[in-house]
């Protein structure tokens, strides 16, 4: 039942919260909902969740307009395209994924037009291993883009993603959160007031990115279990 993986979840970030001396309040579960139902994220938020994240735009609307009833908080954890900026703006509380000064100034103009008194929160996606395949943005490249979205009056800065390149040795992916850690507290000054996430850490990998300073973890297959098995 995803009750009980749940309070397994909440039990492992109170050990890893303890080892470092750590509020575990201080950490937020964002379960991963792309491609699960309406019915389980109901069962989830009935178990004490009420944030969620969705990588494909269109699904997320559907299941945003499905769960207005609840009072959910919907984050955009997928790679950004330029024409589904506008559906970004419109329908989620957070995006996750910023790595471009052009994707952050249409966020920016499009939630003028449909919110204009609540700013969209918003992470800088980082890519420190230089991945290909993956979006996101070198330690290098980190300073120009903040000082962009910093000046943009509709965003929230409040941190960085990153999902750190998947090593046989957990070691070196603890260092990548390690990294991105020392990243957030080089920043924390030109952050400003709102630079308070670090968001880090997956079903697999969630405990060591605790450690870390994750405030936000990113869990699916953990929480929900596998794909199809509602519940």
């Known amino acids: 039942m995803i009750h009980e993986q749940i309070q397994l979840v909440r ?16 950490v937020r579960v964002l379960a991963v909902s792309k491609t699960r139902s309406s019915a389980e994220i109901r069962l989830a938020h009935d178990s004490g969740i009420n944030n969620f994240g969705e990588n494909y735009v269109q699904e997320a609307i559907q299941k945003i307009h499905e769960l207005r009833d609840l009072p959910l908080t919907w984050h955009y954890i997928g790679g950004i395209q330029s024409n589904k900026t506008k559906d970004l703006a419109r329908y ?9 000064a052009k994707i952050a100034s249409r966020l920016n103009d499009a939630r003028a037009e449909c919110q204009p008194n609540d700013p969209l929160n918003v992470c800088l996606q980082l890519n420190l291993e230089g991945e290909t395949q993956k979006s996101g943005i070198s330690a290098d490249d980190v300073k120009d883009l903040l000082q962009h979205t ?5 965003l929230r ?3 960085f993603m990153i ?7 957990s070691s070196l992916e603890q260092e990548g959160f390690r990294h991105a850690a020392a990243l957030f507290r080089k920043y ?11 968001s880090m850490g997956m079903s697999n990998d969630f405990a060591a990115a605790v450690v870390e ?3 936000i973890i990113r869990l699916g297959t953990v929480l929900f279990g596998p794909r199809g098995s509602l519940r």
């Open 150 to 154: 910093r000046q943009l009056p509709h």
């Open 11 to 26: 039990h492992a970030i109170e050990v890893a919260c303890a080892s470092n001396d750590r509020d575990s309040s201080s």
């Open 157 to 159: 800065v409040r941190g």
């Open 163 to 169: 999902v750190p390149k998947v090593h046989s040795d």
């Open 92 to 100: 989620f509380q957070w995006v996750h994924s910023i790595d471009r």
């Open 188 to 198: 924390r000054g030109i952050g400003g007031d709102n630079w308070d996430t670090l």
């Open 213 to 215: 300073g994750a405030t």
